[in-house]
Each structure stands twice: as structure tokens, then as C-alpha cells.
């Protein structure tokens, strides 16, 4: 029973920032792993970002690396992304996902499948 909650979305002109935070809440918060995927109108939903619970190993899509950072608040059972230099091509819904399968490569991590729990998504738009 565990819920997800996004928050931080809004309008922002390329080559700005957002910070974006997802809070986890529930009977028992069991989750190992989480990450950020997101999705544009038409497109399937993508992988953006994961951290591992306990760990803090952190994974990242190519087109977000070293302008996106991902961090965790065990204490809060907090998730958030850092947004720098955006681009109009970040434009998208932004969701928020858990896992209780903690690590593993990539191509593991970056799997929607991989995700039992959603949130509800937040809007993030980045004009030219």
C-alpha cells in the first residue's frame, strides 16, 4: 500500500530550473529502488533517473545526464530531481515510481516493469 505524491512541475523558458519531489507514504514502505520516468503527449513513457533505496547508486538516461540529479531522503521517504539547463524536449509528465527489487544494470533499472508503485504524474513545461 504504498503511495507517491509529485510536486515541483510548472512552466519554465529553456535553460532554466525545477526541482522536483515525490513523497512515498503507506502502511509499510518496502521500496528498494526508485526513479523518474516521463512521458510527452504520443510517446510511450521513458526512463529518466533511479536511485537505489539504501545504497545510493544513481542511474541516468543519456539525454539527462550532468543536467539532472536524482537524491534521496530516507528519513522523509523522499525522492527528488534536480532540473538544470532545461530544454523545450523535457517538456513532458513527469512520474515518480517504486520498486521493492533494489539494483541491478541498466537496462533493469531503467525498466517500467521494474516499477510496482506510481504517482500521478506532475507537468513540466520548458518554452523556447
Known amino acids: 500500500q504504498v503511495q507517491l505524491v509529485e510536486s515541483g512541475g510548472g512552466l519554465v523558458q529553456a535553460g532554466g530550473s525545477l526541482r522536483l519531489s515525490c513523497a512515498a507514504s503507506g502502511r509499510t514502505f518496502s521500496s528498494y529502488a526508485m526513479g523518474w520516468f516521463r512521458q510527452a503527449p504520443g510517446k510511450e513513457r521513458d526512463f529518466v533517473a533511479a536511485?537505489?533505496?539504501?545504497?545510493?547508486?544513481?542511474y541516468y538516461a543519456d539525454s539527462v545526464k550532468g543536467r539532472f540529479t536524482i537524491s534521496r531522503d530516507n528519513a522523509k521517504n523522499t525522492v527528488s530531481l534536480q532540473m538544470n539547463s532545461l530544454k523545450p524536449e523535457d517538456t513532458a509528465v513527469y512520474y515518480c515510481?517504486?520498486?521493492?527489487?533494489?539494483?541491478?544494470?541498466?537496462?533493469?533499472?531503467?525498466?517500467?516493469?521494474?516499477?510496482?508503485?506510481w504517482g500521478q504524474g506532475t507537468q513540466v513545461t520548458v518554452s523556447s
Open positions: 536511485i537505489n533505496w539504501i545504497g545510493g547508486r544513481t
Open positions: 515510481a517504486a520498486s521493492s527489487v533494489g539494483s541491478g544494470p541498466m537496462g533493469v533499472m531503467s525498466a517500467v516493469k521494474l516499477y510496482r508503485y
